[in-house]
């Protein structure tokens, strides 16, 4: 249990185009979701948290404009990256939090590499 | 503040050998840790979470302890296989949200 898929798993772009992943939670509900970015060698850096039926709470720094941010059902929430330029190639994760019974534990996706070029 | 600088700690450890990763936190106020482990072009993987009201917790071939006093977090394995080898991130859970906040990480390289 507790799966958390990711589509694409890897992505090239030309700078100025814009591009969506897609994060699942495939055997459980996701009332929220969170979207972190993680360049080579560093830690996870948490960008904004998706809720299901409202706007998403970004993190102090983060665009919201560039970084769209879409939680339309219990078990996706979209990350769109607009006007991707080079600077936005990373490696994007996603988790989801189980909400039945009261669980903290976020899972994690596989997460979606970019490269923009 | 998240992780800065390009170079995680490594830990290298002989196959068969028992590992200890150490990770330390800041906010006095968290009560949920948890340790994840990811390797290379992964996501990270759940290993074992600890909440604040316990100093110990033991899971299949890891062990998870907290010292609440100076703020220290450690995961020991037990029996390091090959597989072991990957990045491991401490992360807590601040009280009052639901927000996880990631350690810097460290590398285990295992030596067979």
């Known amino acids: 249990g507790a799966v958390v898929s990711q589509h694409p798993s890897w992505v090239i772009c030309k700078s100025g185009t814009s591009v969506k992943i897609e994060c699942r939670s495939l055997?459980?509900?996701?009332?929220?979701m969170f979207w972190y970015r993680q360049f080579p060698k560093q830690s996870l850096m948490l960008m904004a948290t998706s809720n299901e039926g409202s706007k998403a709470t970004y993190e102090q720094g983060v665009e919201k404009d560039k970084f769209l941010i879409n939680h339309a059902s219990l078990t996706l929430s979209t990350l769109t990256v607009t006007s991707a330029h080079p600077e936005d190639s990373s490696f994007y994760i996603c988790s989801a939090r189980d909400a039945s019974g009261g669980e903290e534990t976020q899972y994690f996706g596989p997460g979606t590499r970019l490269l923009v070029l | 503040g998240e992780s800065v600088g390009l170079h995680l700690p490594t830990l290298s450890v002989q196959e068969g050998d028992n590992s200890i990763i150490n990770c330390a936190y800041s906010n006095s106020a968290s009560d949920y840790f948890i340790w994840y482990k990811q390797e290379s072009g992964k996501g990270p993987q759940f290993i074992i979470d600890i909440r604040s009201n316990m100093d110990k917790r033991q899971g299949q071939r890891v062990t998870v302890l907290l010292n609440k006093t100076v703020k220290h977090l450690s995961l020991q394995i037990a029996a390091t296989q090959p597989g072991d080898s990957a990045v491991y991130f401490c992360a807590e859970n601040r009280w009052g949200n639901n927000r996880l906040a990631f350690g810097k990480g460290n590398q285990v390289v295992v030596i067979p």
């Open positions: 055997d459980f509900q996701a009332t929220t």
